[in-house]
DNA sequence: GGCGAAATGAACGAACCAGTACATTTGGCA
DNA sequence: TGCCAAATGTACTGGTTCGTTCATTTCGCC
């Protein structure tokens, strides 16, 4: 909570300076990184330590474990996520426009947001055995399906779109085809050559993607 | 290549039988689950040589270094995927039952060799890393694509689908679609609550990305 | 202005784990 | 049938890595 200290403008330099949510932060933001680069079991706490401006020993102090580090940089992603996801005004378009804008907004999201890829990738690795033991990731998932419901529904009361689709499963559609495309870069990209006139590509794919979504739910 | 041994059936039982070729594929059997279930640093050689009938010594006997062993997994598991793949007969079909049957068959397939699914994730964790090593993988993929060009030219020629679309493209959405389906089931089931009566929640899913394919591809 | 809990630092330990040294057995072949 | 390379078993090691122990400093509060 607290951001910063009260008094003492820093005069004495040799003297520690004792800031607990700066320290914790900090660790939280190089272990995103490494947990993303590595995965659970290929990250390093040494590693982590060594590029904090704190120890190891701090880590354990506030997070008891590897374990419990990861699991807190799961948790933190996903806050994340989820906040800037619901920054999104879909309710004033027009359902199409607006299921457009929320596959365009996913797709260079996830692009944009690699480390939470990954992390994401890690933990189904895991089985979502981390993810499981946290309450508070269950609730942040559902404005998404909502804000999806709600769109659709517009669309399906004038007439635009056809009835009897299920929101979760055109989150389903929306979050594979945008997530594969972050997530399997490395296989899919390397077998297919994709690299040259990178940028152009990714474009093309992303309005495949929404044309393929809008296709989908349109009469 | 040696299948099996030539003479000498089993008779003294005491002593030790060499059979190098058995010995390679038990330890890759084993090895595949492994890597699999744990990913690259998450295996473990010493697991893998206990499950084994062999021993450790014979791993980097074989395969030389964990890595080694690694990489020969996912050869080995590629090899085997694209080879059921291309027992498909998509040419006597129409174009659209034939990209019907692609799909689904993508789609029981990934379903049914999730060891391979996890493989395939993995190696995306290493940014390609070891598939990049591969000379032989790069070849394997070509087939698939392939096959969906010939359908898709076959359909647009006919004024069944429209023209101008990317088979590549093609191939990433309905592998974006089936892959996900899997990869991040425990991350997105866990969320949404799909497990009860999951038989025919699949069975939805798997229609509505037959659907959704279909759809983007027709006129 | 000092007291005690919170926060931090430095070094260490015990388990784990990839890889190896050394020794032995098997089996094709001359 | 005896020789030698291929194949295998056993025991070990050196480095790595999670986590801890012990000691010290900071700072809110009375």
């Given at each position: 909570?607290?951001?910063?200290?009260?008094?003492?403008?820093?005069?004495?330099?040799?003297t520690r300076t004792n800031d607990p949510a700066r320290t914790m932060a900090g660790i939280l933001e190089v272990a995103t990184a490494e947990f993303?680069?590595?995965?659970?079991?290929?990250?390093?706490?040494?590693?982590?330590?060594?590029?904090?401006?704190?120890?190891?020993?701090?880590?354990?102090?506030?997070?008891?474990?590897?374990?419990?580090?990861?699991?807190?940089?799961?948790?933190e992603s996903y806050r994340r996520m989820r906040s800037i996801e619901a920054d999104l005004q879909l309710s004033d378009?027009?359902?199409?426009?607006?299921?457009?804008?929320?596959?365009?907004?996913?797709?260079?999201?996830h692009f944009g947001n690699q480390d939470y890829i990954r992390l994401v990738m890690s933990e189904n690795m895991q089985r979502g055995e981390y993810l499981a033991q946290s309450?508070?990731?269950?609730?942040?998932?559902?404005?998404a399906i909502e804000a999806i419901r709600q769109l659709y529904d517009r669309g399906v009361a004038l007439g635009l779109f056809r009835?009897?689709?299920d929101a979760i499963d055109?989150?389903?559609s929306i979050s594979a085809l945008t997530f594969?495309?972050?997530s399997n870069q490395h296989?899919?990209?390397?077998?297919?050559?994709?690299?040259?006139?990178?940028?152009?590509?990714?474009?093309?794919?992303r309005s495949n993607i929404v044309e393929m979504i809008v296709r989908f739910v349109k009469r």
């Open positions: 909570m607290a951001k910063r200290k009260t008094g003492v403008p820093a005069a004495r330099a040799p993303a680069n590595k995965g659970l079991s290929g990250a390093r706490i040494d590693e982590i330590a060594a590029a904090t401006r704190t120890s190891k020993r701090m880590i354990y102090y506030y997070f008891g474990s590897k374990e419990g580090l990861y699991l807190a940089v799961l948790e378009l027009s359902p199409e426009a607006a299921l457009r804008r929320l596959v365009e907004f996913t797709f260079d999201h309450k508070i990731i269950q609730e942040l998932n559902v404005t009835a009897g689709l055109i989150h389903a594969f495309n972050v296989t899919f990209g390397l077998i297919f050559k994709h690299d040259p006139a990178a940028e152009t590509a990714r474009a093309l794919r």
